[in-house]
């Protein structure tokens, strides 16, 4: 039970799709979560269209969106920005308020990777949400580079990369475009996880605007509203140290769960031991009925 919006942000027309329990009776309102998708992804990725699923079954409505230039929402495509992401959340909120079966005073963020970022800081600086859940989350974006690209060469490469579209847009007046795993690195046997309309080439601003987001800054925000965050304890794409600074920096109520079955797509592998905990800690912090 889907219902397909139009969201507007900033002017500009975001794809959506808002799915309901199969049980919610008419004139019923019930809690509502957004679940974010990755980097230069979009609302069909397995690490959306799975959650969104899992908490549709639960009783929760949800609602799923193709970011400002990514997959149908307008925008320039790849021209991705993290406080721009951000705005569209905000308003992404204000829309799913307005819907006659979502409860506006009941609506949490969720997020995979790039997503968990975004929904960290708009959850932190927007007292509207009443949770956040990370998975596979960073909250800070030169800690969390340096991870992705270790060594003094590959950190060098990264580097010199930043520095030279400083120059080329100086000269340009634009920013130059750089492959998306030369931002961040996916092993080949994870590709797999990464839709074909994805965007492939990125303007070098995208990196330097992640480089520059820090939601670790302003966690601290949250509280008293409550934090999950998830991580696979060896993460091969973003290092799981961002998840526990995250945890040590935010107040109560917070939890943090490392997986070791699983790996950075943790929910488009749909794994029991995920969707447990989960569940457990939306009927303690978040429940359908209250």
């Known amino acids: ?9 900033d002017g500009l027309k975001l ?18 979560v957004i ?18 699923k899992m908490l549709n079954d639960w009783g929760y409505i949800t609602l799923r969106f193709d970011m400002r230039s990514c997959g149908d929402s307008e925008g320039e495509f790849g021209h991705i920005l993290c406080l721009d992401q951000v705005a569209d ?31 960290l800081y708009s959850g932190s600086i927007d007292d509207r949400f009443g949770c956040v859940i990370s998975s596979g989350g960073w909250g800070n974006g030169e800690r969390k580079f340096r991870g992705q690209h270790p060594g003094e060469a590959a950190w060098k490469k990264f580097t010199d990369m930043l520095d030279e579209n400083r120059l080329y847009k100086a000269k340009n007046g634009k920013s130059m475009m750089v492959d998306r795993y030369d931002i961040v690195p996916v092993p080949d046997r994870m590709r797999h996880h990464i839709l074909e309309k994805s ?17 670790e800054e302003v966690i601290d925000k949250l509280s008293p509203r409550p934090l999950l965050l998830l991580h696979s304890s060896v993460d091969s794409v973003t290092p799981t140290e961002q998840s526990i600074r995250l945890f040590e920096r935010a107040g ?9 079955e699983t790996d950075h797509f943790m929910f488009a592998e749909s ?16 429940p359908v009925n209250v």
């Not at 039970?1 to 942000?9: D, H, L, Q, R, Y």
């Not at 794809?15 to 509502?32: F, K, N, Q, Y």
Request: contains cysteine; proline residues 8%.
């Open 199 to 215: 965007v492939e080439k990125f303007p070098a601003d995208t990196a330097q605007s992640m480089f520059d987001f820090k939601a």
């Open 252 to 260: 109560k109520p917070k939890d943090l769960h490392l997986f070791n």
């Open 1 to 9: 039970m889907e219902e397909n919006v139009t969201i507007i942000s």
């Open 89 to 119: 959340t905000r308003n992404a909120l204000s829309f799913l308020q307005k819907h006659p079966s979502v409860d506006a005073n009941r609506v949490g963020v969720m997020g995979s990777s790039f997503g968990a970022a975004v929904a």
């Open 35 to 52: 679940v974010l998708h990755g980097f230069g992804s979009n609302k069909n990725a397995g690490n959306v269209q799975i959650p969104c």
């Open 15 to 32: 794809s959506g799709a808002i799915g309901l329990p199969s049980d919610i009776p008419p004139g019923e309102t019930r809690p509502a």
């Open 271 to 286: 794994m029991p031991r995920v969707r447990a905990v989960v569940k457990d800690w939306l009927d303690r912090y978040f």
